[in-house]
C-alpha cells in the first residue's frame, strides 16, 4: 500500500520537526467511517422513540426551556435560531431553521409542533427570513416535551460539555409515525410517510392490550399513511409490504373533479395534490405538455391556490374532448400521481435499523413505559422527601413557643438543630428546615393544613408504590394517557384509499 508522511503536532519535549509514516489508505477509512458516524448518529437519522432528528429535539428543548408556550407571545425565529446554534447545535443557522421551519408547516407535518407567524413558505416557495418571522411551541409539543424535567429521560453534555440536553424527548405520541421523516446519511438513508394521531393511538392501544396483535390485525386500525396535502392512494400491496418488512412503495393520485367552470366549458378542478407536490410544478409541466402536442384538449389552466382558501387548479377543457380521457392522461404524464417509497430506518438503541410497523409502535411503547416508570420513581422520591418535612413540621408545630424559645436560646444554628432533634425527636433534615423557615411562615402554619397534606401525600405514595408494583397498571397508563393526546390532536383522515373488492380487502388487512 502506499504511504505517505504526514505532519503531526508534536508532543511536548519531542523535537518539533518529527514526521511520522502512516498508512493513507487506513486514515481515509478511519476518517471516513469517524464522518459517517457522525451524519448517522447526529444529524441524518430520527431515534425510534421520539421521532426526532437531533436538530429537531434541541429546537423543541430550548424553546421549551426559553418558555416559548402556546399560551405565551412569538418570538423572532432569529432568537429562537439563536439560542439552538450557540448552546446545543453548532452546525450552521441555515440548518436550524431550515428544521424549524418544516415543523412549522402544515403541508409538511400531519400534525406541526411549531406555531409560527409571518411566512413560513408553501410547496412551491421558501420562508421569509428568519428575522422576519416569528414562532412558539405548537400545543402538539408539549405532548413532547412535558415531563423532561422528572427524570423521564436521560441527559448528556452538549458540543462542549457546558450544559446539559435531553437524549430523547418523552413523547407521549408515536412521533416517527404521525409526522414521517426524511433524511439522507452516508450509506443509508430514510423516508417515513406521515399517518393520522388518531389511527396510529387506536393501533398503539390495542398492541398494549394484545402483546402479540399480527400485523393484519394492526392494519386494520392503520390501513395507509395519511398525508397533510390529502390525495387518494392508489393499490395497497406496496403499503402491506411497507409494514411489515419496513420498505415499500405505493402510489398518490391528486384530488380532482369534473365540473362546469363556466355556461359553456367543462373543466378539471384540482383541490388536492400528492405529498410534497406543489400546483406551480404541476402547471408548468401541463403547460410544457400541450405545447408539445402530447396532451391536446385542454384551452386554459388557472392556478387560484392561496394561503387562505387552500389548493385549487382549475383545467379548462375544448369542446368535443372527454374530460375523463384527458385527467386519466394527467394522472399518467405529470406529477398528479406520484409514488411514494417507505424505507423506515431510524436508531434504536444508538443503531440503525429498518422498522415495520409493529416494530416501530413497540418501541414507543417500551419508550412510555420507561417513561412512565422513571417519572413515578420521581414523584414517589419527591411526596416522600415533602412527607419526611411536613411530619417534622407537625411535631414541632404542637409547641410552637418551644420552638422559638430553642432558636432563641442557641448560641449558634449548630446548636439549635441539636437542640431541635433532642426536643422534639427530629431528624437532621427535619430539623434544618425548620431552622431554615421564615418565622412568620412557621407562625401561621395550621395544624389542619399539614394533617391534609400528610393525608394527601401518603395517597399519592401508595398509588405510585400501587402502580410501580404493577407493569399491567404501567402498561393501563400509557394507554389512557394515549387517549387523553388522541382526544386533545386527533382529526379525521385527509387522504383517501382506493375503492377495493371485499376480497381484495381480505387479502390485505
Given at each position: 500500500?502506499?504511504?505517505?508522511?504526514?505532519?503531526?503536532?508534536?508532543?511536548?519535549?519531542?523535537?518539533?520537526?518529527?514526521?511520522?509514516?502512516?498508512d493513507?489508505s487506513?486514515?481515509?477509512?478511519?476518517?471516513?467511517?469517524?464522518?459517517?458516524?457522525?451524519?448517522?448518529?447526529?444529524?441524518?437519522?430520527?431515534?425510534?422513540?421520539?421521532?426526532?432528528?437531533?436538530?429537531?429535539?434541541?429546537?423543541?428543548?430550548?424553546?421549551?426551556?426559553?418558555?416559548?408556550?402556546?399560551?405565551?407571545?412569538?418570538v423572532?425565529?432569529?432568537?429562537?435560531?439563536?439560542?439552538?446554534m450557540g448552546?446545543?447545535?453548532?452546525?450552521?443557522?441555515?440548518?436550524?431553521?431550515?428544521?424549524?421551519?418544516?415543523?412549522?408547516?402544515?403541508?409538511?407535518?400531519?400534525?406541526?409542533?411549531?406555531?409560527?407567524?409571518?411566512?413560513?413558505?408553501?410547496?412551491?416557495?421558501?420562508?421569509?427570513?428568519?428575522?422576519?418571522?416569528?414562532?412558539?411551541?405548537?400545543?402538539?409539543?408539549?405532548?413532547?416535551?412535558?415531563?423532561?424535567?422528572?427524570?423521564?429521560?436521560?441527559?448528556?453534555?452538549?458540543?462542549?460539555?457546558?450544559?446539559?440536553?435531553?437524549?430523547?424527548?418523552?413523547?407521549?405520541?408515536p412521533?416517527?409515525?404521525?409526522?414521517g421523516?426524511?433524511?439522507?446519511?452516508?450509506?443509508?438513508?430514510?423516508?417515513?410517510?406521515?399517518?393520522?394521531?388518531?389511527?396510529?393511538i387506536?393501533?398503539?392501544?390495542?398492541?398494549?392490550?394484545?402483546?402479540?396483535?399480527?400485523?393484519?390485525?394492526?392494519?386494520?386500525?392503520?390501513?395507509?399513511?395519511?398525508?397533510?396535502?390529502?390525495?387518494?392512494?392508489?393499490?395497497?400491496?406496496?403499503?402491506a409490504?411497507?409494514?411489515?418488512?419496513?420498505?415499500?412503495?405505493?402510489?398518490?393520485?391528486?384530488?380532482?373533479?369534473?365540473?362546469?367552470?363556466?355556461?359553456?366549458?367543462?373543466g378539471?378542478?384540482?383541490?388536492?395534490?400528492?405529498?410534497?407536490?406543489?400546483?406551480?410544478?404541476?402547471?408548468?409541466?401541463?403547460?410544457?405538455?400541450?405545447?408539445?402536442?402530447?396532451?391536446?384538449?385542454?384551452?386554459?389552466?388557472?392556478?387560484?391556490?392561496?394561503?387562505?382558501?387552500?389548493?385549487?387548479?382549475?383545467?379548462?377543457?375544448?369542446?368535443?374532448?372527454?374530460?375523463?380521457?384527458?385527467?386519466?392522461?394527467?394522472?399518467?404524464?405529470?406529477?398528479?400521481?406520484?409514488?411514494?417509497?417507505?424505507?423506515?430506518?431510524?436508531?434504536?438503541?444508538g443503531?440503525?435499523?429498518t422498522?415495520?410497523?409493529?416494530?416501530?409502535?413497540?418501541?414507543?411503547?417500551?419508550?412510555?413505559?420507561?417513561?412512565?416508570?422513571r417519572?413515578?420513581?420521581?414523584r414517589?422520591?419527591?411526596?416522600?422527601?415533602?412527607?419526611?418535612?411536613?411530619?417534622?413540621?407537625?411535631?414541632?408545630?404542637?409547641?410552637?413557643?418551644?420552638?422559638?424559645?430553642?432558636?432563641?436560646?442557641?448560641?449558634?444554628?449548630?446548636?439549635a438543630?441539636?437542640?431541635?432533634?433532642?426536643?422534639?425527636?427530629?431528624?437532621?433534615?427535619?430539623?434544618?428546615y425548620?431552622?431554615?423557615?421564615?418565622?412568620?411562615?412557621?407562625?401561621?402554619?395550621?395544624?389542619?393544613?399539614?394533617?391534609?397534606?400528610?393525608?394527601?401525600?401518603?395517597?399519592?405514595?401508595?398509588?405510585?408504590?400501587?402502580?410501580l408494583?404493577?407493569?399491567?397498571?404501567?402498561?393501563?397508563?400509557?394507554?389512557?394517557e394515549?387517549?387523553?393526546?388522541?382526544?386533545?390532536?386527533?382529526?379525521?383522515?385527509?387522504?383517501?384509499?382506493?375503492?377495493?373488492?371485499?376480497?381484495?380487502?381480505?387479502?390485505?388487512?
Amino acid at each position: 500500500m502506499a504511504r505517505t508522511p504526514k505532519a503531526v503536532l508534536p508532543k511536548p519535549g519531542e523535537n518539533p520537526g518529527r514526521i511520522v509514516d502512516i498508512d493513507v489508505s487506513q486514515e481515509m477509512s478511519d476518517s471516513f467511517l469517524e464522518y459517517a458516524y457522525s451524519v448517522i448518529y447526529s444529524r441524518a437519522l430520527p431515534d425510534a422513540r421520539d421521532g426526532l432528528k437531533p436538530v429537531q429535539r434541541r429546537i423543541l428543548h430550548q424553546m421549551s426551556e426559553m418558555g416559548l408556550r402556546p399560551e405565551r407571545g412569538h418570538v423572532k425565529c432569529a432568537r429562537v435560531v439563536g439560542e439552538v446554534m450557540g448552546k446545543l447545535h453548532p452546525h450552521g443557522d441555515g440548518a436550524i431553521y431550515d428544521a424549524l421551519v418544516r415543523m412549522s408547516q402544515n403541508f409538511s407535518m400531519r400534525l406541526p409542533l411549531i406555531d409560527g407567524h409571518g411566512n413560513f413558505g408553501s410547496l412551491d416557495a421558501g420562508p421569509a427570513a428568519m428575522r422576519y418571522t416569528e414562532s412558539r411551541l405548537a400545543p402538539a409539543a408539549m405532548a413532547m416535551v412535558n415531563e423532561s424535567d422528572e427524570n423521564t429521560v436521560d441527559f448528556g453534555a452538549n458540543y462542549d460539555g457546558q450544559l446539559l440536553e435531553p437524549l430523547v424527548l418523552p413523547s407521549a405520541f408515536p412521533n416517527l409515525l404521525v409526522n414521517g421523516a426524511t433524511g439522507i446519511a452516508v450509506g443509508m438513508a430514510t423516508n417515513m410517510a406521515p399517518h393520522n394521531l388518531t389511527e396510529v393511538i387506536a393501533a398503539t392501544k390495542h398492541l398494549i392490550e394484545f402483546p402479540n396483535a399480527s400485523l393484519k390485525t394492526l392494519m386494520k386500525y392503520i390501513p395507509a399513511p395519511d398525508f397533510p396535502t390529502g390525495g387518494e392512494i392508489v393499490g395497497l400491496e406496496g403499503i402491506a409490504e411497507a409494514y411489515e418488512t419496513g420498505r415499500g412503495s405505493f402510489k398518490v393520485r391528486a384530488t380532482a373533479v369534473i365540473e362546469k367552470v363556466s355556461s359553456r366549458k367543462t373543466g378539471i378542478v384540482v383541490t388536492e395534490f400528492p405529498f410534497t407536490i406543489g400546483p406551480e410544478k404541476i402547471v408548468e409541466k401541463i403547460a410544457d405538455l400541450v405545447k408539445a402536442k402530447k396532451i391536446l384538449g385542454i384551452s386554459d389552466i388557472i392556478d387560484l391556490s392561496d394561503g387562505q382558501q387552500g389548493t385549487k387548479v382549475v383545467i379548462e377543457i375544448k369542446n368535443g374532448f372527454e374530460a375523463e380521457d384527458i385527467l386519466e392522461k394527467l394522472y399518467k404524464l405529470t406529477p398528479m400521481e406520484d409514488a411514494f417509497s417507505i424505507n423506515a430506518v431510524a436508531l434504536v438503541n444508538g443503531k440503525p435499523q429498518t422498522l415495520g410497523l409493529r416494530d416501530l409502535l413497540q418501541v414507543f411503547i417500551d419508550h412510555r413505559i420507561s417513561v412512565i416508570r422513571r417519572r413515578s420513581e420521581y414523584r414517589k422520591a419527591k411526596a416522600e422527601s415533602r412527607l419526611t418535612l411536613v411530619d417534622g413540621l407537625l411535631k414541632a408545630i404542637i409547641d410552637i413557643d418551644k420552638v422559638i424559645k430553642i432558636i432563641r436560646g442557641s448560641e449558634d444554628a449548630a446548636e439549635a438543630k441539636i437542640a431541635l432533634i433532642q426536643g422534639f425527636a427530629l431528624s437532621e433534615e427535619q430539623a434544618t428546615y425548620i431552622l431554615d423557615m421564615p418565622l412568620r411562615r412557621l407562625t401561621k402554619m395550621s395544624k389542619i393544613e399539614l394533617e391534609t397534606e400528610q393525608a394527601e401525600l401518603n395517597m399519592t405514595i401508595a398509588t405510585l408504590k400501587k402502580l410501580l408494583g404493577s407493569e399491567s397498571a404501567i402498561r393501563k397508563q400509557v394507554s389512557e394517557e394515549l387517549t387523553v393526546v388522541g382526544k386533545n390532536f386527533g382529526t379525521p383522515r385527509r387522504t383517501r384509499l382506493e375503492a377495493l373488492p371485499e376480497k381484495e380487502k381480505e387479502t390485505l388487512f
